[in-house]
C-alpha cells in the first residue's frame, strides 16, 4: 500500500472528492471477492478481450479505412471522369482530407455513391469528416482501458491491422467492380463499389453499437470477479477507466505539455506521406503504364508490407519495449523508399513500384504514437484532449499530403515525392526528441523499472484517483 508521502504525490493540488475517482473504483469496492479473484485466469480474461474487443476495433478500423481509400480506387475507374473533377482545385480537396477528419460516417461511400458532381461529392466527404473524427481517439481510449502499457502496442497493431487488410480488400473489391460493362447496369462499377462498402460498414456500425462494452465494468461476457481482475492486472498504467468530470486545468496543462507537441508534429510528418500514399497510389502505378484494373490489382502488395511492418512493430515492443527504436526501424525504409519513387525513373517499373510498397512502412508508427498518447497521458480531460489532438493531427497530414500532389507535375509528381521523403525524416527527427523527453522525465523522477506501481495496491482508494501524469510524481513515461 502507499505511503502518506507517497499519497500526496498522488494528489497533489487535487483533493481526493469522489468526482476525482475513477467509476472502477466503486466497481472494485463493491464486487472485491479475495477467495475469488485468487481463481481467476489472467491471461483467459486477456483472451476473452482479445476476441471481443479488439476484433471489433479491428473491423471498425478495416472498414473507416475502406471508406477513406474507396476514392483512391475510384479515382481510376472513372470517377474523376464521370464528376469532372480533374483539376487540381477540384479534387485535392476531396482527396483524402475531409475523409480523415464515427459509426454515423458509414453512411459516406453509400451517400457518394449519389454524387453527380463537384459539389455533391465535396458535401459527402464533409460529413463524413466530421461523422468519422471519433473514431480515432475512440479507438485509442478504449484499448488502453483493457490492456497494460507492456500489452497495449501489440493490441493496437492487432486493430490497426485493418489499413493493411483494407489496402488487400480495396484492391480486390475495385477490379472486381471494373468488371462491370458500362450500361450494364443502372450505376456504375465505382457506384456500386460505394454502395456495397457502405452497407457493410453500416451492418459493423450497428454491431459495435449494440455489442462494443464503453468500459470493462460493463462486459457481460465477464464475470464480476473477471472484472476486478482485469481491473487490478491494468491498475499499474495509472490512466484511469472511465471518470467524465471535465476539468479545465487538465487542459492547459496539455497545452504546456512538449510530449504533446512533439506527438503531434510526428503524426504529422507520418500523415504526410500516407496521405500521398493511400490516396494516390492507385494513380502512381497506373502513371508506369498499367491499365486501371492492373493498378488496382498491383496496388495490394502495398497491404502486404503494411501487415509485415506493423506485426513487426507490435511484436518487436511487446518482446523489447524500446518503442522509438522500432518507429526509426519503419522510417528508415519509408525514406529508402521515398528515395526510389523520387530518384528512379518512371521506366524502371521494379524500383518505382518497390518505392510505393516501401513508403507503406511508415504505417506502423502510428500506432506507437497512438500507444504513445494512451500510455504516456494520464487524467481523463487531458487524455481525451491529447487522444483528439493526435487524432486530428493525422487529418492535418492527410489535408497537407494531398495538397503536393498536384496534376502540372504529371507523370513524375516530383515535390509530392520529395516531400514524402522530407517528412519522414522530420518524423525520424521528433521521434529522437520523445525518447529524449521521456527518458529525461524518468531519470528527473528517480524512476527506472519497468513497473512503478504493484498491481496489489489496486485496492489502495488513492490508486484510483485520476491525475495527470505531471502530478502523479510515481507515473512513469514508457518510450
Sequence with gaps: MATTDEKALYV??????????????????????????????????????????????????TMQFLDKVAINYGAVMGLTTDLKLLTASRWCPLANGSAQT????????????????YHTLLASRIFVGIFEATIGPSLLIISSQWYTKSEQALRFSFWYLGLGVGQIVGGAISYAFQHVAPGATALTGWRIMFVTLGCATVVIGLCTFFFLPDTPMQASWLSDSEKVALL?????????????????????????????????????????????????????????????????????????VTIFFILFVGYGIRMQSHRWAWSLACIIPGILGGALMSFVPTSNKAGCLAGIYLVNAITAPLTVFYAWT??????????????????????????????????????????????????????????????????????????????????????????????????????????
Design 12 to 61: 497533489e493540488d487535487m483533493p481526493g472528492s469522489d468526482s476525482n475517482l475513477d467509476k472502477a473504483w466503486d466497481f472494485i469496492d463493491h464486487h472485491h471477492n479475495a477467495e475469488a479473484l485468487a481463481l481467476i485466469d489472467i491471461a483467459s480474461v486477456r483472451h476473452k478481450v482479445d476476441w471481443h474487443i479488439v476484433s471489433m476495433l479491428f473491423l471498425c478500423y
Design 102 to 117: 464515427s459509426p454515423s460516417g458509414a453512411w459516406r461511400p453509400a451517400c457518394a455513391a449519389a454524387a453527380h458532381n
Design 232 to 304: 487490478k492486472h491494468v491498475s499499474v498504467n495509472q490512466t484511469g477507466i472511465e471518470n467524465r468530470n471535465f476539468r479545465p486545468k487538465e487542459i492547459l496543462e496539455a497545452l504546456c505539455d512538449p510530449q504533446i507537441y512533439l506527438l503531434v508534429i510526428s503524426t504529422i510528418c507520418l500523415s504526410v506521406p500516407s496521405g500521398v500514399v493511400t490516396t494516390y497510389s492507385a494513380t502512381l502505378i497506373k502513371q508506369l503504364g498499367y491499365n486501371s484494373k492492373q493498378a488496382a490489382l498491383m496496388n495490394m502488395p502495398s497491404g502486404a
Design 374 to 479: 494512451a500510455a504516456n497521458v494520464a487524467g481523463p480531460t487531458k487524455r481525451a484532449f491529447a487522444a483528439a489532438l493526435v487524432s486530428g493531427s493525422f487529418s492535418i497530414g492527410n489535408i497537407i499530403g494531398p495538397q503536393t500532389f498536384q496534376p502540372r507535375d504529371a507523370p513524375d509528381y516530383r515535390p509530392a515525392k520529395l516531400a514524402v521523403m522530407g517528412a519522414l525524416a522530420g518524423c525520424a527527427l521528433t521521434t529522437l526528441l520523445l525518447f529524449c523527453y521521456y527518458y529525461l522525465e524518468n531519470r528527473r523522477r528517480g524512476l527506472t523499472d519497468e513497473e512503478t506501481v504493484n498491481e496489489d495496491e489496486f485496492l489502495s482508494r488513492q490508486q484510483w484517483l485520476d491525475v495527470t501524469d505531471k502530478k502523479n510524481r510515481k507515473f512513469r513515461y514508457v518510450y
